[in-house]
């Protein structure tokens, strides 16, 4: 669809919707520079081996350094944790839950997300398990969640506190002498320096700024310790937070000093069937801080810049600014901090396509947007989630329902602007110039037919031999429910990328991180006011899901969720509107008073905020809610990877006036 003089969208022709983009990208980067284009993608995406497997050819097409995701919004703080500390973001421990004796689980909610980087089917099952086999299940979240309900423990933190809290835990297990030495030398190198530093992370000290008793921290350490299999595990509500980066290296941390990782029932890494980690080392994908942001100097992860970014780089004049942007599968003005303002940014672009199922929040200020078809009329392989799964599996699954006529799958649209803009199917010259000399016979690149290659050759694989019982495509089509590849394997050694195959436990960063730390341990302990964080909703996942009407019945959930003393103190009630004010935003909301909250600590779901959009999305916009987002500022980034701080933002409450 093209926007007409008179700002409405009409539809156009693929080829001449290809070639209108084409050309405009391609002027505008020839008159301004590569860095004039801005791309977004999100999160959708890693749902889509299609999409997945041609991002990084269309993203070389484009040239730009200007390139953001959602991922910087909540998944950068693991990725870079891994990079610094096995070579590689791609080497992720997984929780070993269905045999840990012990599941410390901070800041997620996996019995509503079905494990965020831990992916399983009923995990209320199987924590449950975890307790029937005489094992314990602790949660600390500043909310009692519906993964907290079925826990042993609920440890009621304030939010920012997870790094002191984890790290006061190792200061008790170095003080006791309950580490696993022989594990640290022979696998780690930095311990020493590591081992100095704790000596200021006392649970006395972190008691202000964790809001947990000491005694509390000292006894958790131990139980930990005392498990014959334990895993500590932190998720989103950790990575949004004021030192997330810090806080997922102390995760890992408190896994390590007690020789928990690679063993059955601690954190372990998966053998998936299909490599990703192979094929970001191999595309030059893999690494972070290789050039930095224009406005702020804010370093890039995986290729992407922090979201936070975004608005600076579209206002501000100079060589670099962007001038056109693309989005696919996204949606920034709900996912990015301070979204009205990216709003109001995106209105200033020469030029912007989106490559999009629907007309939303970001993709109505766009001139052109490019619909894939329904993601059920293609066939799925799960690359992403697999690779992060409590077992190994595969599992190939054909088309659901037919494509309508004239519609393309994702990866055909950016394959043919790759293409218009002067790039091929691989990302390489030569492997593309090959991939053309084969063209007149037949051969043409499909991301299936890629990952058949990358299956054949990996770790199950049968190598293209004929007497091989290894695996391809053709005995995964076969097998409708998946092939399951067996429990995760004990071992590191396959998952350490540094030279010396160790575990780097110092870097600069994560050293200058726990130095801040210490800084605001003095300063900002026990920091009176009331904060504001997010929350998953069962029925809703980011911004994707409100236009589905099925979802969409029952309750109101897009509510800010309030202890009853602040209910009180703030004079709000429940059911009613209030104020919710912060730095950059001040707006409406609709009270639920619930015990469920730590006093002080206040709760948005995100996602939300659809009112712009209801005349193209009448399910959404008859459930606007509002963003979250809104409220968060976007001038204040977490100081190691430059993310969005989305939990703990400062925030005043009150009742809307008469």
């Known amino acids: 669809m093209r926007r007409n003089a008179a700002g409405e969208f009409e539809e156009i022709s693929w080829d001449a919707a290809f070639d209108l983009v084409a050309s405009r990208l391609s002027e505008i980067r020839a008159r301004h520079g590569r860095d004039a284009i801005g791309f977004y993608w999100g999160n959708p995406t890693g749902n889509n081996h299609g999409a997945l497997l041609m991002l990084s050819a269309f993203t070389k097409a484009l040239g730009t350094r200007n390139r953001f995701s959602s991922g910087s919004q909540d998944a950068n703080p693991r990725i870079v944790t891994s990079y610094e500390l096995y070579g590689s973001s791609i080497s992720i421990p997984i929780p070993d839950i269905d045999r840990t004796d012990y599941f410390l689980c901070l800041g997620a909610n996996p019995i509503v997300s079905n494990g965020s980087v831990m992916t399983a089917p009923d995990m209320r099952r199987r924590l449950r398990a975890v307790r029937e086999r005489g094992g314990k299940v602790v949660v600390v979240d500043p909310r009692r969640t519906e993964t907290a309900k079925e826990a042993d423990e609920h440890v009621a933190i304030r939010p920012g506190g997870d790094a002191a809290l984890l790290l006061a835990m190792v200061q008790v297990l170095v003080e006791r002498g309950r580490i696993d030495r022989p594990f640290l030398e022979s696998t780690t190198s930095g311990w020493a320096e590591i081992e100095r530093r704790m000596a200021a992370f006392t649970p006395a000290r972190v008691a202000g700024m964790t809001g947990v008793a000491a005694d509390t921290i000292a006894r958790l350490a131990l139980e930990f310790a005392d498990a014959r299999s334990a895993v500590c595990y932190s998720r989103v509500g950790v990575c949004v937070g004021p030192h997330a980066t810090l806080a997922t290296f102390a995760t890992d941390l408190l896994n390590i000093v007690t020789g928990q990782l690679g063993r059955e029932g601690g954190p372990m890494f998966t053998t998936p069937a299909f490599d990703l980690g192979r094929v970001a080392r191999m595309s030059g994908l893999d690494g972070r801080d290789r050039w930095r942001s224009r406005v702020r100097g804010l370093p890039e992860t995986l290729g992407d810049l922090p979201s936070a970014v975004l608005a600076d780089e579209i206002e501000t004049p100079g060589d670099g600014q962007i001038r056109a942007m693309v989005t696919f599968a996204g949606n920034p003005v709900l996912s990015v901090p301070n979204g009205q303002r990216v709003a109001a940014a995106l209105d200033t672009l020469d030029f ?11 993709t109505r200020h766009a001139d052109v947007i490019l619909p894939p078809c329904w993601n059920l009329a293609e066939d799925h392989i799960d690359l992403l989630f697999n690779a992060v799964a409590v077992r190994n599996i595969a599992r190939w699954s054909p088309p659901v329902v037919e494509r309508g006529e004239g519609e393309l799958a994702d990866w055909e649209i950016l394959l043919a602007l790759t293409e218009r803009l002067g790039g091929g199917a691989l990302g390489e010259p030569w492997l593309d110039r090959l991939l053309g000399w084969l063209r007149p016979l037949g051969v043409r690149w499909t991301p299936t037919g890629f990952l058949n290659l990358l299956l054949r050759f990996g770790p199950y694989g049968d190598r293209f031999l004929p007497w091989s019982d290894g695996l391809n495509l053709a005995k995964l089509k076969a097998a409708p429910h998946g092939i399951d590849l067996g429990a995760l394997r004990p071992g590191i050694a396959q998952r350490l990328f ?123 916009g008859g459930h606007p809610g509002v963003s979250a987002n809104d409220w968060v500022d976007d001038a204040i980034v977490e100081p190691i990877i430059g993310q969005s701080i989305l939990n703990g933002v400062p925030v005043q409450l009150g009742p809307c006036a008469a």
Do not use: F
Request: with cysteine; aromatic share 4%; net charge negative.
């Open 498 to 620: 540094h030279s010396d195959r160790r575990i780097h436990l110092v870097s600069p960063c994560m050293l200058e991180a726990m130095a801040g730390l210490e800084r605001d341990l003095d300063t900002k302990a026990g920091t009176n006011g009331l904060v504001l964080i997010g929350r998953r909703e069962l029925r809703s996942n980011n911004s994707w899901m409100h236009n589905v009407p099925a979802l969409m019945s029952g309750r109101e959930r897009c509510v800010l969720y309030v202890h009853p003393e602040d209910a009180s103190r703030y004079q709000v009630r429940d059911g009613e509107m209030a104020i919710l004010e912060s730095r950059v935003h001040r707006g409406e909301v609709r009270v639920a008073v619930t015990d469920e909250m730590r006093p002080g600590v206040v709760s948005l779901p995100h996602g939300w905020g659809h009112a712009d959009s209801a005349p193209w999305q009448k399910v959404a």
């Open 352 to 362: 912007m396509v989106s490559i999009d199922i629907y007309i939303n929040e970001t």
